[in-house]
């Protein structure tokens, strides 16, 4: 297990270079181990903050340990997270979109297994990961997050 970890640190330590935004996806409901693994790798990165989307109206669970992310424990449906490379403001939407949709510098990581593209993405195959640059309208991906899902699995896989 820590093989893997180190292995999936080291590539997200490549994708750092190329961008200072990751977008991560998933398709069904995360476990409670899944997520500790997923925040396990994301927030051992110091100075590094694993960005959480703002929902409408009360959150449940939210005061309970675990808060925003313990949430999606329990969920089924897909999951979109932005994680930003460097330490951001309170007001971190305010100051992303414009410069993130002008830059366009998001990546998407998917899970690949062998020659077919799946839409769910698990932690512990998470070694066979690949970066694809992504979408040209980023308010699409951040309301319509499931469609701009779709049309990025729909894309043909590009042989090295």
């Known amino acids: 297990m ?4 180190i292995i999936i640190r080291k590539k997200a330590q490549e994708i750092e270079k190329k961008s200072p935004y990751i977008l991560l ?6 476990t409670s181990r899944q997520w500790r ?12 903050t694993l960005f959480q989307p703002s929902c409408r109206g009360k959150l449940p ?5 675990g808060g925003f992310i313990a949430q ?3 969920s089924a449906g897909p999951t979109c997270i932005l994680y930003l490379i460097r330490k951001t403001p309170d007001n971190t939407w305010s100051q992303l979109l414009p410069s993130a ?19 769910h993405m698990d932690i512990k195959r ?3 990961l690949e970066t694809v640059s992504v979408f040209q309208q980023l308010f699409e991906l951040i309301f319509y997050p499931y469609n701009s899902l779709c049309f990025c699995l729909n894309q043909p896989i590009q042989a090295e």
């Not at 820590?2 to 970890?5: A, C």
């Not at 002008?102 to 077919?116: A, C, D, E």
């Open 25 to 30: 996806f998933h398709c069904s409901g995360l």
């Open 2 to 5: 820590l093989i893997k970890q």
């Open 126 to 128: 998470a070694v066979d």
């Open 72 to 74: 999606f424990a329990f």
């Open 37 to 48: 693994q997923l925040k396990n790798i994301l927030c051992t990165f110091q100075g590094r």
């Open 61 to 65: 669970y939210k005061k309970k340990q």
């Open 101 to 119: 949709f002008y830059k366009q510098n998001l990546v998407l990581l998917y899970g690949q297994l062998q020659s077919t593209l799946v839409n």
